[in-house]
């Protein structure tokens, strides 16, 4: 009799150890994407210029052109420094703590930049780089600014210099990553940190006032702001751009 119960129990056990595995399946199998997977957003598709504008302007200018699944300043209409039909682009959004990714190439000789936290406000301020840290975009072998110490590819400009050197030469893709939260900002080129720096302390403030950003009232102290592609009147193309808030 004691053996039958044993035996019973044991069934019992089983069946429930199986109802219980095969419950943890279905509830696995229906569960949505990880958090970090489900809140990437693109800010590019690849096929069109939406979700972006030229700075101080409601429409992009026509020298961004999408080609072959990159966003493209097509630099061949020069005026001064920058592009006939160019200028900076922003996105339509602000962002405040948030994990950058995008690969871009640069042409030879030229120089391009991502620039954070940009506040459009063109008639305070003139230029998306007045306002918003830049990393640099450039062809660290052919163009002038190569020279300059804190002024190569992967640097946060005229502010902190990368190290190691990862970029690659011009015409080649380079991915990036830029992460800045609680103030910290980070930037990871080619799968290796490069820049990483606290923001809006006494040390970010002093780098600050030692730079050609020193006369600039307001550079680099906004904590929320778009984020926008830079046309220095050279060929560059940018692709597979996203963006996670954090």
Same mark, same amino acid.
């Given at each position: 009799?004691?053996?039958?119960?044993?035996?019973?129990?044991?069934?019992?056990?089983?069946?429930?150890?199986?109802?219980?595995?095969?419950?943890?399946?279905?509830?696995?199998?229906?569960?949505?994407?990880?958090?970090?997977?489900?809140?990437?957003?693109?800010?590019?598709?690849?096929?069109?210029?939406?979700?972006?504008?030229?700075?101080?302007?409601?429409?992009?200018?026509?020298?961004?052109?999408?080609?072959?699944?990159?966003?493209?300043?097509?630099?061949?209409?020069?005026?001064?420094?920058?592009?006939?039909?160019?200028?900076?682009?922003?996105?339509?959004? !602000?962002?405040?703590? #948030?994990?950058?990714?995008?690969?871009? $190439? =640069? *042409?030879?000789?030229?120089?391009?930049?991502?620039?954070? &936290?940009?506040?459009?406000?063109?008639?305070?301020?003139?230029?998306?780089?007045?306002?918003?840290?830049?990393?640099?975009?450039?062809?660290?072998?052919?163009?002038?600014?190569?020279?300059?110490?804190?002024?190569?590819?992967?640097?946060?400009?005229?502010?902190?210099?990368?190290?190691?050197?990862?970029?690659?030469?011009?015409?080649?893709?380079?991915?990036?990553?830029?992460?800045?939260?609680?103030?910290?900002?980070?930037?990871?080129?080619?799968?290796?940190?490069?820049?990483?720096?606290?923001?809006?302390?006494?040390?970010?403030?002093?780098?600050?006032?030692?730079?050609?950003?020193? !006369?600039?009232?307001? #550079?680099?102290?906004?904590?929320?702001? $778009? =984020? *926008?592609?830079?046309?220095?009147?050279?060929?560059?193309? &940018?692709?597979?751009?996203?963006?996670?808030?954090?």
């Amino acid at each position: 009799m004691l053996y039958r119960s044993i035996l019973a129990m044991l069934s019992l056990a089983a069946l429930v150890g199986c109802q219980s595995s095969q419950s943890k399946t279905m509830t696995e199998q229906a569960s949505p994407a990880a958090p970090e997977e489900a809140t990437w957003q693109p800010l590019f598709d690849g096929k069109t210029t939406q979700g972006w504008h030229s700075y101080g302007k409601a429409t992009i200018g026509n020298a961004w052109k999408v080609d072959n699944g990159t966003l493209h300043l097509d630099a061949s209409s020069k005026q001064d420094w920058q592009t006939n039909g160019g200028g900076d682009i922003v996105t339509e959004e !602000s962002f405040g703590d #948030f994990h950058l990714k995008l690969d871009w $190439k =640069i *042409a030879a000789n030229g120089n391009s930049g991502i620039i954070l &936290y940009v506040q459009e406000d063109p008639a305070k301020y003139e230029h998306t780089w007045h306002t918003g840290p830049e990393i640099q975009v450039l062809d660290n072998a052919g163009h002038p600014d190569a020279k300059i110490h804190k002024h190569r590819a992967g640097d946060l400009y005229d502010l902190i210099a990368s190290s190691p050197e990862t970029v690659r030469p011009a015409g080649e893709w380079n991915q990036v990553e830029i992460i800045s939260q609680d103030g910290r900002l980070e930037v990871v080129q080619n799968g290796k940190k490069v820049v990483t720096t606290t923001l809006w302390d006494d040390d970010w403030r002093a780098r600050i006032a030692g730079s050609k950003f020193a !006369s600039m009232p307001g #550079f680099g102290t906004f904590k929320s702001g $778009k =984020i *926008a592609l830079q046309d220095h009147g050279d060929n560059v193309w &940018y692709r597979n751009i996203m963006i996670r808030r954090l």
